[in-house]
Nanobody, 122 residues
Framework: QVQLKESGGGLVQAGGSLRLSCAAS????????MGWFRQVTGKEREFVAI????????YYEDSVRGRFTISRDNTKNTVFLQMDSLKPEDTAIYYC???????????????WGQGTQVTVSS
């Protein structure tokens, strides 16, 4: 089992930045690829980014590539999502998730956090 807990969400103006963190406990963190997803009420949860167990490679959804950066610190069992140049359409609940695969599909992630709200005002 892996327990995941996100933090760092909040309210920010368009063009601003936020850094999300996801702390993991349980199963060996460094054996897992970690991803971020987001969900708007009434819509499907969508892929945002993934990072391999070693920190490279990474992969991003097209709309966030160049604005968001995923990283991890295996000594602290934590994965981060640095979000810059935020837009109102980035408003969502952001979830971190863990997988043994290299994938962008929600169904392939085995463990999920409870989510953190990000709101970007125009």
């Amino acid at each position: 089992q892996v327990q995941l807990k996100e933090s760092g969400g909040g309210l920010v103006q368009a063009g601003g930045s936020l850094r999300l963190s996801c702390a993991a406990s349980g199963r060996t963190f460094s054996n897992l690829a970690m991803g971020w997803f987001r969900q708007v009420t009434g819509k499907e949860r969508e892929f945002v980014a993934i990072i391999s167990k070693d920190g490279s490679p990474t992969y991003y959804e097209d709309s966030v590539r160049g604005r968001f950066t995923i990283s991890r610190d295996n000594t602290k069992n934590t994965v981060f999502l640095q979000m810059d140049s935020l837009k109102p359409e980035d408003t969502a609940i952001y979830y971190c998730a863990a997988t043994t695969l290299w994938t962008v599909y929600r169904r392939d992630f085995d463990y999920w956090g409870q989510g953190t709200q990000v709101t970007v005002s125009s």
